[in-house]
């Protein structure tokens, strides 16, 4: 069992920066692949980005790619998502989610969720 706990969202003047943190519980942490996810104002969830165990490989969204960087403390057992360069199309409530199967970019892949952080960016 993994418990995800989010924090670091809040409001944001458009091409500002905001660090997302995930702080898992739980001895597996190492084992499992994270990934973080987002659902805009009337929209579905979607893909943000993921990262493996080791945390050598990480993908993203295309609409993120160059602006988002994924990583984690193995030690601190926590993932981050560094959100720079941030868009008012960005604005969405942030779900970070972990898995012991792989990378992962779809909803389905993730056995465990946060409860998400709220991401207003504000033009």
């Known amino acids: 069992q993994v418990q995800l706990a989010e924090s670091g969202g809040g409001l944001v003047q458009a091409g500002g920066s905001l660090r997302l943190s995930c702080a898992a519980s739980g001895r597996t942490f190492s084992t499992h692949y994270m990934g973080w996810f987002r659902q805009g104002p009337g929209k579905e969830r979607e893909f943000v980005a993921t990262?493996?165990?080791?945390?050598?490989?990480?993908y993203y969204a295309d609409s993120v790619k160059g602006r988002f960087t994924i990583s984690r403390d193995r030690a601190k057992n926590t993932v981050f998502l560094q959100m720079n360069s941030l868009k008012p199309e960005d604005t969405a409530v942030y779900y970070c989610a972990a898995n012991s199967h792989g990378l992962g970019y779809r909803n389905i892949e993730y056995d465990y969720w946060g409860q998400g952080t709220q991401v207003i960016v504000s033009s």
């Open positions: 990262i493996s165990t080791s945390g050598t490989n990480t």
